[in-house]
């Protein structure tokens, strides 16, 4: 099994509409994760760390089921500029610097 | 703030040609890191720092030397290109160990080609 898992998509859904991304993980002792946001050609960017109890930042909804180890990432009303791929990123614990990424699932938003 | 600056944006190397990757960071973090990004591959870290005069190997550390002899710069080192080193290579710098909740902050990366 793979450290992280996504689905690579395409997720092609209309503007205006609501989609959810799933991401497992392996390591039951990981503690720290986190969506990443990467536009074609560009630089991954962080766009919401996941808590426990769940947060939200507008459009964005990131959950954490630890019994079934996966995170999950919803977006609201999807805009076109929301057309990118989302890493999952999740920390490796035991003193090794290192967090594993999702090989991405890529959304097109489209009018 | 400029954040994490990569230089350069693109090079073309022949087989067994060296290079330097230069990284630079403006927000005084202790941690850097170099990833390479393949397709259909998460990204992979390759070596990282921890601070200024210590360099550690990462995920794929073979073919490639660091160094960060001033805090703000970390720099890797390709000695002799390989094709398999065909890949983008991220930068990326956070102001703790990203076993926290410190997010990375990545460089606009640079895109290498080994012929």
């Known amino acids: 099994r793979k450290e992280v898992e996504q689905d690579p998509g395409p997720f092609n859904v209309p503007e205006g509409a609501t989609v959810a991304f799933n991401c497992t993980y392996s390591?039951?002792?990981?503690?720290?994760f986190f969506w990443y946001r990467q536009d074609c050609r560009k630089e991954p960017k962080l766009l919401m760390s996941?808590?426990?109890s769940g947060n939200e930042d507008g459009r964005f909804t990131a959950q954490l089921n630890r019994a079934s180890q996966y995170i999950s990432l919803l977006i609201r009303d999807s805009k076109l500029s929301d057309s990118a791929t989302y890493l999952c990123?999740?920390?490796?614990?035991?003193?090794?610097?290192?967090?594993?990424f999702g090989t991405g699932t890529k959304l097109q938003v489209i009018p | 703030n400029a954040g994490v600056t990569q230089t350069p944006k693109f090079r073309v190397l022949k087989t067994g040609q060296s290079m330097t990757l230069l990284c630079a960071q403006d927000?005084?973090?202790?941690?850097m890191y170099w990833y390479r990004q393949d397709p259909g591959m998460g990204l992979r870290l390759i070596h990282y720092?921890?601070?200024?005069?210590?360099?550690a190997k990462g995920e794929v550390p073979d073919g490639y030397n660091v160094s960060r002899l001033k805090k703000q710069n970390f720099l890797l080192g390709l000695e002799s290109a390989a094709p398999s080193q065909t890949s983008v290579y991220f930068c990326?710098?956070?102001?703790?160990?990203?076993?926290?909740?410190?997010?990375?902050?990545f460089g606009n990366g640079t895109r290498l080609t080994v012929t």
């Open positions: 990123v999740v920390n490796n614990p035991g003193g090794y610097q290192k967090v594993t």
């Open positions: 927000m005084n973090h202790e941690y």
């Open positions: 720092s921890v601070g200024e005069g210590t360099t």
């Open positions: 390591n039951s002792a990981s503690q720290s």
């Open positions: 990326a710098s956070s102001l703790t160990g990203t076993g926290g909740r410190s997010p990375l902050h």
């Open positions: 996941v808590y426990s």
